[in-house]
């Protein structure tokens, strides 16, 4: 039964874990990319 | 096509004649080969009752050692003398390249073959010829698909930063198939298996081959424009 | 082609991607309380067998990601756009992470089943080298810095390996009968009661949903990547 939890519960957090650091790197470029943007604009 | 080959032919003396010149490169690598071959006595209980299962393997293994080396070589020395530019802006068919390289490295293997079977049979009193013919089948046609791809991830790797790890790690995995179908060949002919099993493990072998060969030699052109 | 980059480029809003997010999300919850609770017991296993619900999805997700590795690589080196080669990569990533996720739910299922955390079972064992020909793939990638050479390169290696796929698939399943001549069962028999289909078809449906999902965010991580990229290159010029 432990098993069971375990297997399940290593999906899961893989699977959060992934999307958690998806969610980072986007934020990060996100900014990099405004940022850009911004000192492309005060040209 | 016969401008390929014509091409081809070419390249191939070229590169035969540098390297008839040293050598020494192949008889480092029987060296290896055989050191590999040596050292599984070691390693493993080897006796008498099960040398025909384990020879197979032992075979595979250092071939495919041995071979792993010898592809790395045949695209280091263009690198290192830079004559990969001269090959890369030379306005031949990649497939040329390709061919001639592929036979250049299957030409190599065969000769670390023939140099490092007859130790083995002496070392492991074991005939492993004995199916002459079918035997040597299972050998070239497991060379002709090891060098395809063996071609293919050799001359990628050359332009990589850890190209002496990154052509086994990459080469390695894709000829599993491969190594399973030629050492369980060999196998078979050392263990008095059905024809069926070996008949069809060739005809794998040359389908593997076929295909490999083709995909090969059409993406090789891709990995040219690099260099 | 040029439809495939459409429907890319329209799915990269804010709209679809959480939509997805949630929809997969919701769906994986659907399946897992399907698979955990309602299915039905299965005759001769224990309750361990509902991990198989959630390890034969991770599986086709993982040869989905590998089947997108090898369009984008050809795909790439037909029509030469970098957003193709950004689609293969991710592609690789996402199989390389649910074939992992295969490989630790079937060598957990093992453990339970057969007591041991691994055997030289053939489907396990196709896992297991295909993870290690995708893992090269994506270490490939990372040795090289030229984006051109990188692409091509590995747009190369990524038709072989898929190439590669069922030709291992098939060697192994053939070791694997010399090796254990003993068949082992696994347990998506025909004679299957329909709960339990129905539950493994939801749970293929939410990892599907959430494979796209997965994609869409993975993609444009390698998007924004490659517009920061150029518009770099075009303030130094």
Redesign the interface.
Known sequence: ?N??F???G??WL??FG??FL??R??AK??E??EA??K??KAR | MNEILRTAHAILLKDMKTEFRSREFLGHTFMFALLVIVIFNFAFKINPQNTPELASGILWIAFLFAGTLGLGRSFLIEKENDCIQGLGLSPVDRTAIFIAKFLGNLFFLVIIQIMTIPVFIVLYNLNVMEHFTLQTAVFLLGDIGFMTLGTLIAAMSVNLKAREILLPVLLLPLLVPLLIFAASATAALLTGGEPDTYMGRLKLLAAYDVIFFVVSALVFEYIMDEL | MKLLEKALKLADTALVRYGSLGASAALMLLGAYLALVWSPEAAGETAVYRIVYFHVPTAIMAYLGFFVTFAGSFLFLWKKEMLFDRVAKTGAELGVLFCGLMLVTGMIWGKQRWGAWWIWEPRLTTALILLIIYAGYLILRSTIDNQMTRARYAAVFGIVGFLDVPVVHFAIKMWGSIMHPVVIKSLAEPGMPPEMLNTLRVCLLAFGALFATLFLLRLRVENLAAEIAALRSNHEG
């Open positions: 039964m098993y069971l375990g297997a399940y290593i999906i893989v699977l992934y999307v998806i969610g790197k986007t470029l996100g990099e990319l850009l943007r000192s492309a």
